[in-house]
């Protein structure tokens, strides 16, 4: 499982950090994107203690803290920190007290203050954390944002993934990634893909060598990340293979435990792959907004069917009641 | 399946010149070659993956070749890594 230093907590200018005290505690590392807020701690309840989150003193553990006299005080920040605790902060932009200070000092546990509410920290901290500590895998692929919807290109090498990228990015949809996709699985059906820093917007083309996409295109041209919604594996065209042809059974592919839409596109001369991969995500645009194309067509022949169907029976209906009237006058008379 | 750790002993380590050779001799197999270090995985026919590794002299790889001329895959890119040392 991935950790993260609280010296690189510090780096993150959207939590709004000031270090205060303990440098010593800025190797400690937090393994948890939950943090803990240490109100039964101050009273002196400890069972169930999780001192291994960062601890957050919002304005009610604040406002108890004042309270006390100074050598409660004291007390309960010797008691607390007692426990190797990675990192303490303050929200609401509060002053720690000078014993806590003088203690985190000693016991290698960072001080921290931010100005943001304790509400505001929480939620911040929590999809930053889930991002910085969600398991990550690197795929081989192409990954692009077209129209908004986050497509893996997969298939072997020299099928023409980054040419097909390429004629994406001439028709206005952004690279993220080329030949190497770093993947995590932000909870248990979000994954996010990403570019390596080293790779970064180039691209590979044979005969030409490597080119950097974000220069000759433009910054329009690249994105950083984007979530995966979408797998188009790219295959040679085969003579026996069936191919998907109505589009009601959906493929399905697992990554980090996430099942991810699949697509097959079969790749012969006169099949423009791009524009495939173009309607392959406006249709999934489409389906998500709640409207099935082929199940909807589908529908539709069914009706007709059964209105053909109904129209039958009446007439047999029609049949049926006319010979009984006729039967039913002959022995009347 | 071949699987074998090794240590880069090329003097610059894998870059470009000796990656594109690896993944040019790569590319004409059909089994799949896969190359690990550091936990990171790619596949042995992208240049880009390769560079990516970062290979330094000393570092550890893991070179997996699996298919049908795995054998004849493996002798290959072991030539080219033997070759430069």
Known sequence: MPRVKISELLEIKDLMFEFIAGREGLKNEIDSVDINRPGLALVGFYDNFAYNR??????????????????????????????????????????????????????????????????????????????????????????????GVGVLLQGESGIGKSETALELIERGHRLVSDDVVRIKALSDNVLMGYTDPIIEYNMELRGIGIINIKNIYGVRSTKNK????????????????????????????????????????????????????????????????????AKIFLDKVQKKYFQRKLIIFKYLYILLVYNSCKINKERNF | ??????????????????????????????????????????NGKSIMGLLMLGLYPGSEVKIIVSGEDEEEAFKRLMELLKKNN
């Open chain 1, 54 to 147: 960062l601890q957050v003193i919002g304005k009610g553990e604040y406002a108890f803290l004042q309270k006390c006299s100074i050598e409660k005080q004291n007390q309960i920040v010797s008691e607390l920190l007692r426990f190797p605790i990675p990192a303490i902060v303050f929200t609401h932009n509060n002053e720690p007290p000078d014993c806590i200070i003088q203690e985190a000092n000693k016991n290698q546990v960072t001080l921290l203050k931010t100005a943001l509410t304790t509400h505001d920290f929480q939620l911040r901290y929590y999809s930053i954390l889930s991002e910085l500590l969600a398991e990550e895998i690197t795929v081989h692929g192409v990954l692009m944002d077209v129209f």
């Open chain 1, 226 to 293: 984007i979530q995966i919604d979408l797998i188009i594996y790219l295959e040679e065209w085969k003579h026996q293979h069936e191919y998907d042809r109505i589009g009601l059974e959906q493929q399905y592919y697992e990554i980090l435990n996430v099942q991810v839409p699949k697509i097959v596109i079969s790749v012969r001369p006169g099949r423009n792959v791009p524009i495939l991969i173009e309607t392959a995500a406006m249709n999934f645009r489409l389906k998500s907004t709640g409207y099935d194309s």
């Open chain 2, 1 to 42: 399946m071949i699987i074998k750790t090794l240590k880069v002993h090329l003097v610059d380590g894998l870059h470009a010149r000796p990656a594109a050779e690896f993944v040019r001799i790569a590319s004409k197999f059909k089994s799949s070659i896969v190359v690990e270090h550091e936990g990171m995985s790619v």
